[in-house]
Structure formats: C-alpha cells, structure tokens
C-alpha cells in the first residue's frame, strides 16, 4: 500500500493547486482523479465558457466593424468551430495541468476515489493512505425539482457549452454569473434569448446599480429579461419545449429549443465514504474550519465541497492555506469578505466587498462613487463607453467598503481594489494614486474623487 | 502618534530593525494624517534612532 | 481690466484639470488656449491615438476571426474612415471640456496669452490679472537638426495622424511610446514599416526583458527593427523620400513614402513672457519646487513645460497638486518614482518603478519573478498568449521596486501594482491577494509567487 503525506481527492483547481503547493513544501503528494486533470474549472467551467466568450466578442467586432472605420462582408460564425475552439483550449489547459503534476512529481491515481477510516483512500479498490487526506470533490450542475435536466431539451453547463447545433431560441433559467455568461454567448451569436430570473434583479448577488445596469445592456443587446419569474414547468414539443412561466402578471407559456438551467450548484459529497468516516456535512456542503480540517483529525476539505463562494480562486486560496498550515507555515486565514467575484458576460461585471445595500444594513454611513465609462476618454476612444465604476467608502474612518465594476475589461481591473482593500486603504490613497491616461482604471480613481467630492471629468 | 498605522513594508524594516512598535510610535509620520512612511523610517534609522 | 484668483495659460491635461480643481476650491478661474482645448492630450496625443489603435485592434481581429471559429470575407480598412472616426472622437472629447469649463464657472479665454510682470497675462492685447498665473503650454513634436519636418515626406505626429493617404512605406525614427504606437498601427494598416532607435534597445525607458520581448512581437508582426541606428540624412526623390541610415555595419539606403520624426518632445516657452517676468529655466524646462511655484512668487507652471515625464496623468497631478497648496489645502509632493507609464501599442507595454538593471545599480539585492501570459488561463482562452508580467522586489525588506508588464491589456493592469506600491505593499500582501479566475491579473499574484520560489502555474 503506497503511503504519502498528502492526498487530495479531486483535482479541480482546489485539488490540482493544492497538491502543487503541497508537493513544494517537501510533502509527498497524490491526486485522485475520475476524469480530465483540472476539475470543473478548466474543463467545464471557468475556461471553455471564456473561450467561447472570447469568440462572441470578436464576432461583435465583426458585426460592429464599420464602426471602427473597417470593412467587412459576410460575416459569420461557424457555432462547431467556436466549440471546437472552446474544447481544444480546455484540452490545452488539461494537458498542462497534467504537466504540472509530472514536474511537481505529483502521483496522478487516475479512478473513483473514496475516503476510509483509518486516513485511507480507496480507488476502485486499490487502497492508498496518507497523513492528510483534503477533499476537493467539487460540485456540479443543480437540479430543480420543477426543471430536470434530460440533456436534450432541458440541460446543464455541461452540455451548454457542447451542443452540437446552435438553438434557435433558448431559455435560461437563473441570472447568476453561469447563466448570463451563456445567454451573452448565444445571444451574440444569434440564439434568440429569454432569461428567467426568480429575484426581482439579475445577477442577484451584485450592487443594485450594476444590476440595473446590466440589465439594460441586455436588453438593448435583444435579450428578453422576466425577472420575478420562474420556470413551473417545461413540456416537451415536437420541436423543443414549451416552459410555463409563473409571473408577478400570471403567467405566461414561451416555446424554445432548449431551456438551460444554471439554478446553481450541487456538491459532490454523495457516496465518498464520508459516513464511513464520520465527517461532519451541513446542507450538503462539509463543515471546516479556519484550516479546513473537518471533525476527523487528517481529513479537510477545500473548494466548492465547503462553505464559501463557489469559485476557482478560492478553491486555490483554501488549498493552499490548508497546506501551508500543514506543512507548519505561519499563515493567515483567509477574509471572505475581500473576495473578487467576476462574470465575464458583455459587459463585464467585477466586485468586491458590500454593495452599498449590505453596507447600509452593516449600519455604516457612506461616501458612495461613481464614474460612467461614458466620462471616460479611454472609453470613447475605444467605443466602449457602457458601465461605470462605483465605490462605497465609511464616511468615519474612510474604510473602502466595497467596489463595483461594470464595462469592457473591469475582470482584469478588480485587483486594484481588493489589494487596495487588503493593504487598509482609505480612499484618499487611491485618489492620490497618479492612474495612467489614457485607461479604463482612471475611472477607479475618478470614482473615489466622485465620493470625496473631488472628481475631475464630471 | 497614537493612531498609527503601519504599512506592510514598514513592519518588515522594523522587524529587521529590531524597532519595536512603541518606538515606531515616536517617528513622525509625513504622510496623510501623520502616517509614517519607509522614507520617514529610513531617515530615522540613518539619524541613528534619535527617538 | 478682469480680476482672478487663477489663471492657467494652456488647456490641456495640465491645464484643464488645473482649472477645474481649483474652481472646486472656491477659486475664481480662468483659463487661456490659443487652439482648441484639450491641449495635445485630447486633440494630438493620447486620445486620437488610441482611437487609431482601437481600429488597429478591431481590424486584426477581423485578420484573424478564422481562429475564433468566424468568417469573414473581404475584411478591409478604409483608412479614411479609420483617421476620420479618431478627429471625431478627438472633437467629441474636446467638446467635453468645453462642458466641464462651463459647468465649473471657468472663464475660457481664447487667443494667445503672455505672461507679464505684476501678475499679469496678456492675450492678443488684452490683459488679466491673477493672484496665481500657472504657465502649462505644453510642447510640441522636437525635430533633429538632421530630419527638418516639412509636413509632407518628413512629418512629425500630428500629421502622422491625419494623412489623407495612406503611405505603402514609412520609417519611424525613434522607438518610443509614440514612435512604436504609430508603427504598431501603420502596421496593421498594412504599411510596410521600418522603426530606427539611436540606443540598443526599442522603447529604450523599459525593462529589458520588455523591450526584447516587444522586439520579438513587433519583427514577429512585420516590422523591421534597426537598433543601434540613426537617421543621417533624408533626401526627397519622385515619389517619396530616400533616408540615409547609419547602422553598426555601416550605411544604408532605405526608401519610403514618408518619414515619421518621433524623437521627443520640445516645450513651448518661447515667446510667453517668461523673459519679461524673469523666471528661470534649464535647458527648455521652466524650474519649479515640489508645488510647482516658479523662482517669481505668484508664477506656477506644470506639466510638459516642466522637469518630470511628459504624460498626461503627471501633468494632471501636478496642476492638482499646485492648486490644492495654492488653496492652503495640507498636500503630499508627487512621488516621482511612483507614475505608471503606458505603451498602447500590440502588445501593450506598462510599467512603474525602477527597472531590474536600475534596481541593481541602485545597489539592492533583488528578488525577481516573472509570469509569461503563455501559462495564464485567461490568456490561452482569448488567445493573447504574447508577454508577461514581471516583479522586482527588495530582497532584504521585501519593497516592491518595480512592476513591468507586457501583453494584451496590461495598461489596465499596471493600476494595482502602482496603488500596492503607494501603500507601501510587501511581496507577501500582494500573494496573498486573492486574484480573480480567470483574469490575466492573476499572472501579477504568480509572478510574485515566481520571485518567493512559490509560483503555481509554471
Ligand atoms: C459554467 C461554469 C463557469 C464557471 N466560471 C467560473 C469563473 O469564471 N470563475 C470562477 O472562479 N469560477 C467559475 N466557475 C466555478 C468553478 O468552476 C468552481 O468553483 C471550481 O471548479 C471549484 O473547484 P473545486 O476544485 O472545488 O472542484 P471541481 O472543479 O468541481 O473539481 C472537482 C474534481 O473532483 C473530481 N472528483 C469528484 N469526486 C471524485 C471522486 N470520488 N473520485 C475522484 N475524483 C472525483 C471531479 O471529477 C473533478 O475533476 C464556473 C463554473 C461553471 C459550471
Ligand atoms: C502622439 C502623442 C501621443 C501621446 N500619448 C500619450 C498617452 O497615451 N498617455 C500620456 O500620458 N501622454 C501621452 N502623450 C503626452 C501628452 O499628450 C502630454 O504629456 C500632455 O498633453 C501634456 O499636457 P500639458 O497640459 O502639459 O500640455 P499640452 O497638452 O501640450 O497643452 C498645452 C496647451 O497650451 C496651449 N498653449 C501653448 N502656448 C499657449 C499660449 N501662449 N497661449 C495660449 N495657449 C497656449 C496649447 O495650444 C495647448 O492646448 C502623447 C503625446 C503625443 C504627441
């Protein structure tokens, strides 16, 4: 029986980062996994939908080409070869991760992975152990009772960034970052699209202004937006289906090809052999703590599998904490509330901390921002004038609450912010922080000028 | 300079400086509100410590 | 005869903002501009030029829409529309200010003005009066004794940027920001273009490493590189020009339609008064203090006309500066080693602080990271693999000295690293930042993690 320091069941990118940073702390490391290197995140997440999504603005030059003084004729997409793109950059990035494991000198245990007592993990019946065993099993696609998935007519993100014929026309049921991603993407490349949205604003979690905004900008793109809806029920028809949507205005039957349901997330804790082990689970995600050590002594969990937001980077951010906290470093546990949350829909939308509703609530009195990108020369220079910048700062002792970004390229731009954030600054620094002309990020600058009554370009 | 606020950077000098945070207290600060900065640090350190 | 508190001599990103500030602070402003306002900034500089780029960019994704998974057919230019859309935006934003003069009380006084003694300034006769006269006219193209601009084969950049024709050959005589922005562009275009830099090195102010990778990208584009060369003599033949160029091998003839001068700048201090006041300059610049007061009491002047690096975004703070310590206000001086600088052309350059051969020279012991943009996920999925980011840091106390990026978008990127090193960051802050997935800024947090032997992706 091999035995190591350190095994990781899964290798999103909570698993695969984890055993790198494991393996380079001098612990002997192996990865569990039943499918393609790399997890949810780089094949079928986060990098196949932006390889799509990097197709869909390119064609939106090609649409908008006269604007720019250029010519073009017949402009088209081929839907197979923007997939095709998608997958072989997913198969890239795969294949890298699979380097990355040899040159960590990472053992990859290709196979079903399950936790035993005892610190063992068993792979189709080969058993190995280890002193640290750090499940990142991920997640998957939700079911709604109301809209099971049949992969033909009602899918999930998987298939959503498969198909092999584009849809006509497509509802998408849920405006979280997943589901407006994909209704930009076809929408761009001509699906007629219809979003279904429960809450009364779209991306939801988002400051209410980024909403609004957003929700224009999709609209004026030709998206249909019912928010206060859901999906009651979806019937198959001889050419697709048709979804009964409840309204606040009753409701109303839409017929489509294909309905996509991005209603969030379901972990992967089913059938890992955590009631072997005794480990402690809390509506189906696992109990952790600060070091993401569950109940049981030797067993921790990371990523999607946990508490938190649902994303990539904290996966990585919590692997790597857990085992630097493993391999005795002094570390730093992470704040959850200076976390970035980008989606790479057009426009983009980027944000850290409060909104300015959560801060209200926090009880804070606020000194709030804001820059349009329409005040921008960047901006007008580059025909990109949609979205703007907001800041929210304490009014007492200048504390940058929260940072809201919406426009062409704010998912590169947020990092100013959270560093800013994490190094305690108050606004005045950011403000006396000499931005370069002519760019995006001056609107960051204008838009604390904006909060301190200062701003130039308004 | 009660309220002091210290920037990574000046924890990492005083740290290998061996300056205690009281004794970082006693530097004036030149910048916003009295912060002190690597360049008021480093002309204390080159003072010979003088506070 | 008019009374003010400010007046400011020129209306560009110096100028203009000036104004504004100070009318914030209660002042009585005005402001004198022979031309339209804006100054270079808006109407001959960083605006129409990336206007131009925009095309530049738009029209290589139409180039390349094939690797996207697109079609087109007959993707062409029409170079008149592209120069025709950058004067409108030039005009557009120009009409900005316009606005924000009005909308801040500012009185804008058209026509040439001088400066005279007792705190006057006269324009085309007529005079004012001020407590506080800034001087910000700004410069203009420089010519070498031997490339004399006569507008026509020999041009500096204002034409370069509103030929009626396109030119089928073109040398750049310097590899500047602007020299390389409009061979990147002519390029594009499809001009057949030749850069010629006096100094080893392209963009000579970068990093090394920056600059040979920018080398690397623009030969890989199409343009001819001669380095260690310079422009001797130009003769005017039938149909274009015929260039002398001496190279370490010896000289040669090169042939072109037109010749772009892109050798720097030369301020605009003759013949305003400076004489008549008595206020001292050196070697072309007017001399001023931390708070930009000249040897006269009552005289100010900011921006290109004075000592410092010619760029909008300093000129701008440092007519902020003048006027927040003119209103009493307490102000910081500008820190001279803290202003990002910005190449717009493809691939984007940014950088700030110090070099790693500066940074060496200055007797650091240094730790240096660096993260090519072929290892980002974001970058492989909008496929912009070209560049990277690159880190220096104080060994001994961890400071970050310096930042140098190359690659799509980094312009927008740079804003991080100059706020992290405003707020007196460590290495350690910035990797512990959590870096949204997946964004190209992530490659900044693994070029730190590269320099602390802690690199993930690599
Ligand atoms: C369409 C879509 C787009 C997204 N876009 C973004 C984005 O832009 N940015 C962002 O930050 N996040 C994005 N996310 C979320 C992101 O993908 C997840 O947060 C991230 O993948 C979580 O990482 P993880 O390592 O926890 O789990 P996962 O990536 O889910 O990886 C878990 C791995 O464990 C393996 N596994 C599970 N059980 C076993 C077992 N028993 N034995 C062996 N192996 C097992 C799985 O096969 C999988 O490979 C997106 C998600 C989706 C669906
Ligand atoms: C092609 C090009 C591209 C550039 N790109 C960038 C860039 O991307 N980013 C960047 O930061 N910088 C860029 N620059 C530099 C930038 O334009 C200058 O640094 C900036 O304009 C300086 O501002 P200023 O206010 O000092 O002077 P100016 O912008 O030169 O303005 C001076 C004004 O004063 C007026 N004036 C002069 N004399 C008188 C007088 N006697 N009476 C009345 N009015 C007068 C002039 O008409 C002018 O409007 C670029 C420059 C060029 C040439």
Redesign the pocket.
């Known amino acids: 029986m091999s035995k190591y320091d350190v095994i990781v ?7 695969y980062v984890t055993a790198i940073r494991a393996s380079q702390l001098g612990l002997k490391t192996a990865v ?4 393609s290197l790399g ?3 780089l094949n ?3 990098i196949p ?2 390889a799509l999504l990097k197709s869909a603005q390119v064609f939106e030059y090609l649409k908008h080409a006269e604007d720019y003084g250029l010519k073009v004729e017949n402009a088209d997409k081929d839907f197979t070869a923007v997939v095709k793109r998608s997958r072989g950059v997913a198969e890239g990035m795969s294949k890298g991760v699979q380097f990355l494991m040899k040159k960590n000198k990472i053992d990859v245990i290709e196979g ?3 936790i035993k007592p005892g610190k063992k993990v068993d792979v189709d019946g080969k058993e190995y152990s280890a002193d640290h065993i750090i499940i ?4 998957r ?1 939700r079911e709604l009772p109301s809209l099971p998935q049949d992969g033909e007519t009602v899918i999930g ?1 998987r298939k959503a960034m498969t198909l092999e014929k584009q849809p006509k026309k497509m509802i998408v049921v849920g405006s979280g ?2 589901g407006v ?1 994909f209704a930009s993407f076809y929408n761009s490349m001509g699906t007629e699209v219809t979003i279904v949205e429960y809450m009364p604003n779209v991306v939801p979690v988002e400051d209410e202004d980024v909403s609004k905004q957003f929700e224009r900008s999709m609209k004026k793109a030709g998206i249909t937006v019912m928010t206060n809806s859901s999906v009651e029920k979806v019937e198959k028809t001889e050419n697709g289906v048709k979804a009964t949507v409840k309204t606040k205005k009753g409701e109303e039957v839409l017929e489509a090809d294909i309905v996509l349901s991005a209603v969030g997330i379901k972990t ?1 804790i089913e059938n ?1 052999g955590l009631e072997d082990v005794g480990i402690v689970v809390d509506s189906d995600k696992i109990i952790v703590n600060d070091w993401y050590q569950t109940n049981i002594p030797g067993y921790y969990a ?4 946990t508490k938190g937001p ?4 904290v ?1 990585s951010a919590e692997g790597i904490t857990c085992v630097e906290k493993i391999a005795g470093m002094h570390v730093e546990a992470i704040d959850y509330s200076n976390i970035p949350g ?1 989606t ?1 829909a057009t426009p983009e939308i980027a944000s850290v901390g409060m909104t300015e509703k959560q801060a209200k609530e926090a009880g804070y009195e606020l000194k709030v921002g804001k820059f349009p990108f329409s005040a921008s020369g960047k901006a007008s220079a580059a025909g990109t004038k949609d979205g703007f910048v907001k800041v929210i700062f304490d009014a007492k002792y200048g504390e940058w609450l929260g940072c809201h970004m919406i426009g062409a390229g704010v998912t590169d731009m947020i990092a100013e912010a959270v560093l800013g954030r994490k190094l305690e600054t108050t606004g005045h620094e950011v403000l006396k922080t000499i931005h370069p002309h002519p760019t995006m990020s001056e609107a960051v600058m204008e838009a604390v000028a904006d909060a301190y009554g200062e701003v130039i370009h308004l | 300079n009660g309220n002091l606020f210290i920037s990574p950077l000046i924890k990492s000098i005083a740290q290998q400086q061996h300056i205690s945070y009281e004794e970082l207290a006693r530097i004036p600060g030149t910048g916003k509100d009295g912060r002190l900065r690597k360049s008021d640090l480093m002309q204390y350190i080159e003072e010979g410590r003088p506070y």
């Open positions: 069941l899964g290798s999103g990118p909570g698993g569990v996994e039943k499918e997890g949810v995140c079928w997440g986060c939908t932006k079903y992975g399950k990142a099993t991920g997640a696609s993100y970052a997943i991603e992967n890992i990371i990523g999607d599998v649902a994303l990539a980077h996966a980008c790479y």
